[in-house]
């Protein structure tokens, strides 16, 4: 697997949550929550990919737990268009059912209040989408 930083962002209506690994992707840490409405989106994400300077970018792919897509699915892979837009980084959809209630589940058994805890569960869904990204990448 090549060396360098990856990031990985769980995209939502509201929040977008941010995940970066370290350069051998054996730790996943959250980064940052950013709002979906900013108007300076597209600047926060730019001063991100400047400071990490990722290899690859993940975005996580809400599919319905059937598999098939849904309106979330739609807004996700725009989303992933869109950072294809400003960068050269290949852009990777991954799979991330379950990735938001894995996320708030760990943070309630932690004794933390999920519905005080919103930012919070964005970037440990961002987490839980790189680790989960890294490990495919790894089995290659």
Do not use: H, W
């Not at 993940?58 to 059937?66: I, K, T």
């Amino acid at each position: 697997m090549q060396r360098g930083r990856r990031i990985a962002f769980d995209y939502g209506d509201v929040r977008i949550g941010v995940a970066a690994s370290d350069a051998d992707s054996i730790i996943c840490s959250p980064i940052t929550t950013l709002k979906s409405s900013d108007k300076s989106l597209l600047k926060s994400i730019t001063a991100i990919f400047l400071d990490i300077q990722p290899i690859q970018i993940f975005v996580g792919r809400p599919a319905l737990l059937s598999g098939k897509d849904g309106a979330a699915t739609d807004k996700a892979v725009a989303f992933a268009d869109l950072l294809r837009g400003i960068t050269d980084v290949e852009v990777i959809m991954v799979d991330e059912r379950l990735s938001t209630v894995s996320a708030a589940r760990n943070l309630r058994e932690s004794g933390k209040n999920a519905k005080d805890s919103k930012d919070s569960i964005d970037m440990a869904a961002a987490v839980g989408i790189l680790e989960f990204a890294i490990d495919l990448e790894k089995r290659k």
